[in-house]
């Protein structure tokens, strides 16, 4: 079964501090991608990554920043975190090849005070 | 870019029925279509899935129905029970790897 595994199931952060959320999966996905989820908007990409060391903008990017370091972990990083940033953060992995569906992470319920 | 939209956003059946729940989307090149499902506390979940060579795939009581002349597809669970509830999204890709969700619909089944 494919597995992809996220740090925490809830967070609690004061505003301003740095907030690191992990995600690894165990599939040898080339692809890994950051979601947030706000209800009545849908998923909205953060960031996705292609391939270690590479990383490209979604559709919401500012205020956050990721990390891949190894193909099997992907960092999504809250520079200084702001209470319009409590969300559910859902993270994902796919192969590259067009047309293959993500494999979703548990989620992170992060609440930012 | 692709849009997807065209859902209701609460969709609410009895046991045993049988459930209908649809998307629509804007670009006529998408060609991959998935749909997920997100129990409460969980991330979404694979349910099924067609390309654009189909029309129709059938799984353990869902059906998916594409409709390329009318970018429209559709979600059928059959003799719906209380497990199923939940949020089901749509997600349209075309040719890449970044798939493009609908905003889900909330299915709710009263026993």
């Known amino acids: 079964d494919v597995k992809v595994t996220q740090s925490s199931r809830y967070l609690v952060k004061r505003t301003g501090e740095k907030v690191f959320l992990e995600c690894v999966q165990d599939?040898?996905?080339?692809?890994m991608f950051w979601y947030r989820q706000d209800p009545g908007l849908g998923l909205r990409l953060i960031y996705f990554?292609?391939?270690?060391?590479?990383?490209e903008k979604g559709d919401i990017p500012e205020g956050y920043s990721v990390s891949r370091e190894k193909k099997e972990r992907f960092s999504l990083i809250l520079e200084s975190a702001s209470t319009n940033q409590t969300s559910m953060y859902l993270c994902?992995?796919?192969?590259?090849?067009?047309?293959?569906?993500?494999?979703f992470g548990p989620g992170t319920r992060l609440t930012v005070t | 870019g692709e849009s997807v939209g065209l859902h209701l956003p609460t969709l609410s059946v009895q046991e045993g029925d049988n459930s209908i729940i649809n998307c629509a989307y804007s670009?006529?090149?998408?060609?991959?279509f998935i749909w997920y499902k997100q129990e409460s506390g969980k991330g979404p979940q694979f349910i099924i899935d067609?390309?654009?060579?189909?029309d129709k795939r059938q799984g353990q009581r869902v059906t998916v129905l594409l409709n390329k002349t009318v970018k429209h597809l559709s979600l059928q669970i059959a003799a719906t029970q209380p497990g199923d509830s939940a949020v089901y999204f749509c997600?349209?890709?075309?040719?890449?790897?970044?798939?493009?969700f609908g905003r889900g619909t909330s299915l709710i089944v009263h026993p």
């Open positions: 994902a992995s796919s192969f590259s090849a067009p047309n293959y569906e993500q494999y």
């Open positions: 599939m040898d996905h080339e692809n």
């Open positions: 990554s292609y391939d270690v060391k590479m990383k």
């Open positions: 670009n006529s090149a998408s060609d991959y």
């Open positions: 067609i390309r654009s060579n189909m």
């Open positions: 997600a349209v890709i075309g040719g890449s790897y970044i798939p493009t």
